[in-house]
């Protein structure tokens, strides 16, 4: 007779012990980015990843030569299929390929208007210019209305949301989150802004105030995939309950942390390492004890595991 074990967290929706987040995102086969980066760092935060696909990548680690998008349809299926099935907390939307496909999950989403929406927009320059304006006219109309949270870089930002922008001045965090806030986004998180010399600011912004900045050092190492962590990071923290601004800190710390333990696993650009929280760092100084030739088998159990970093 097969015994029904209970999970530890059967039964637990309203407080579950790893929220879920439905996750749009394209596969990256240099592991740099999109769902490789969601997943891993979702999950160092204590979320657990819905995966959506909606397409490939055609990528090594220095440049992407090609994106192969799958049909609307599938990309339907896909979702209403696990949320027939389990609640999310939160949705988050990476690169998604076409017009249609963002279409299909502006719908999905207004199908579930109370779960707040992390959108990251990418830097796009590795596509032709036709197609990187059909899909950020079609960001902007269908999925921005429906976005609590706009995560970009400012460059990307700044041409995409403030084509026109006749200043001499550079466009702010605020200037960029009241554009986006005309499409109906109430939180924009901008990175990379110029700070003279080797310094970079992040923000959080409404168009009235800036609720988080940081002033980081640019770092040596170019590197693919920062986004995709850092609006990832964002979205596992607020799945988890914490509050925006203090899931915005903790994201920046994710990826600076993530950043800082990167590696260059090919030729090309370094991978930010998502798991760095992990890593075991020795000691050169501390004595190492003799093993134990009496040794049980209760010495060689696992310790408790705490999902998040």
Not at 51 to 58: D, S
Not at 124 to 144: K, N, V
Not at 184 to 205: D, I, K, R, S
Request: with cysteine; aromatic share 8%.
């Amino acid at each position: 007779m097969n015994a029904s074990i209970p999970l530890p967290d059967e039964g637990k929706i309203a407080e579950m012990a790893h929220p879920c987040v439905l996750c749009f995102n394209s596969n990256d086969p240099s592991g740099a980015g999109g769902l490789t980066a969601d997943i891993l760092a979702m999950s160092s935060v204590g979320a657990h990843v819905l995966a959506i696909a909606t397409g490939t990548y055609v990528r090594d680690t220095a440049e992407t030569f090609d994106h192969m998008a799958f049909d609307e349809e599938t990309i339907d299926e896909q979702a209403r299929s696990i949320l027939e099935d389990v609640a999310v907390q939160v949705i988050k939307v990476g690169f998604c390929g076409t017009p249609e496909i963002l279409s299909t999950i502006a719908e999905l989403c207004t199908d579930y208007a109370s779960v707040p929406v992390v959108a990251y927009m990418p830097t796009l320059s590795w596509w032709q210019d036709d197609p990187i304006e059909a899909y950020q006219d079609a960001f902007l109309e269908l999925l921005l209305p429906q976005t609590t949270v706009l995560v970009g870089n400012h460059s990307t930002l700044w041409r995409w949301l403030l084509p026109d922008w006749g200043s001499d001045r550079t466009p702010t965090a605020r200037d960029l989150a009241k554009a986006a806030a005309e499409k109906g986004v109430p939180y924009t998180l901008v990175t990379g802004m110029p700070q003279g010399g080797q310094h970079l600011e992040n923000a959080l912004a409404t168009p009235l105030t800036v609720l988080v900045s940081e002033t980081i050092e640019r770092f040596d190492a170019v590197f693919t995939g920062a986004g995709d962590t850092l609006s990832a990071a964002l979205a596992g923290l607020l799945a988890m309950g914490d509050d925006l601004e203090a899931s915005v800190g903790e994201a920046l710390g994710f990826l600076d942390g993530s950043l800082d333990a990167g590696f260059r696993p090919g030729m090309g650009h370094a991978v930010a390492d998502r798991l760095f929280w992990a890593q075991s760092v020795e000691d050169p100084d501390q004595d190492v004890e003799p093993a134990d030739s009496n040794a049980t088998a209760e010495d060689f159990s696992l310790p408790g595991h705490q999902t998040r970093h």
